[in-house]
């Protein structure tokens, strides 16, 4: 059986999302807006073509 440990407390995480992330944005280092509505839109995945033939019309 596999264990996993939280390295970082998520209280520890707030000030690195609030004081960091907002730098990194203005550099252009992090994303400041979502690039789609999926995983897959999010990675910059082609979606494969069984799904485009399958799903054509479906949002």
Do not use: W, Y
Request: hydrophobic letters at 40%.
């Amino acid at each position: 059986m596999a264990r996993s440990h939280n390295l970082c407390q998520v209280a520890a995480q707030a000030p690195f999302i609030e004081l960091v992330v907002p730098i990194l944005q203005e550099r252009g280092l992090f994303r400041t807006e979502h690039s789609g509505s999926t995983l897959r839109d999010h990675l910059g995945l082609a979606k494969p073509a069984l799904l485009q033939s399958t799903f054509e019309g479906r949002p």
